[in-house]
């Protein structure tokens, strides 16, 4: 296969089927798990699914290189919520149901929108956002994600919601199975 014919398939394959605003470095590789078929079958169960937009910049890939966490300075990336979701969740959350989000970068775009007041509204602005442990989670309960490199500011989020120890007990029994890591890699969901 030429770099051309990879270069295009690559363009085609990295990309979310519920993809819509330009804007981002990278594809929510988290959400490449999803087709059009089983996003159906969760609507048919009941799972309410609704959107954001976060345009990932190249600081989320940026290894953490400072000794104390405290010291790393995240990029600013551009996020929206549409009024529609910041509705689904604001009811969900008062029900009691759990917001199950996709990938590290929606967890950044909620929790960067949460109010004090216990809700998240439909907004557009900037986040730098760094979540690690220690963090206590406002809006989601659950996390569907790739498996993350070391030292990268998105398992330091994993680390936060599913604690440190256990989060590196699942990574060497990945590592020992042979999971894939990274953009094409497997997913795991936290609860």
């Known amino acids: 296969m030429t770099d051309e014919a990879i270069n295009k398939l690559d363009f085609e394959r990295y ?5 819509q605003n330009p804007g981002s ?19 048919q169960k ?13 600081g989320t890939f940026r290894p953490v290189k400072v000794e104390n ?14 009024e529609a979701t910041a509705e689904i969740i604001n009811k969900a ?10 990938g590290t970068t929606t967890v950044r775009t909620l929790e960067s929108a949460f109010h004090k ?20 989670f406002n ?12 030292k990268s500011t998105l398992l330091m989020l994993v680390s936060a919601l599913a604690g440190k120890d ?8 990945a590592i020992g199975k042979k999971y894939w890591f990274y953009s094409y890699g497997d997913c795991m969901l936290i609860k």
């Not at 009941?46 to 190249?58: A, D, F, H």
């Open 15 to 19: 990309q979310t089927v519920y993809a």
């Open 25 to 43: 470095v990278a594809a929510p590789t988290a959400g490449l798990h999803f087709t059009e078929e089983i996003l159906d079958k969760l609507k």
């Open 46 to 58: 009941g799972v309410e699914v609704c959107y954001v937009t976060l345009n990932v910049g190249l």
């Open 69 to 82: 966490i405290l010291d790393h300075q995240m990029d600013r990336e551009f996020y929206e919520i549409p």
């Open 93 to 102: 959350k008062l029900q009691g149901k759990n917001i199950v989000a996709v």
């Open 117 to 136: 007041d216990g809700k998240i509204s439909a907004t557009a602005g900037w986040s730098q956002m760094f979540i690690y442990p220690g963090y206590k």
């Open 139 to 150: 809006v989601i309960d659950k996390l569907i994600t790739n498996f993350h490199l070391p």
């Open 166 to 173: 256990f989060v590196f007990e699942a990574y060497r029994e």
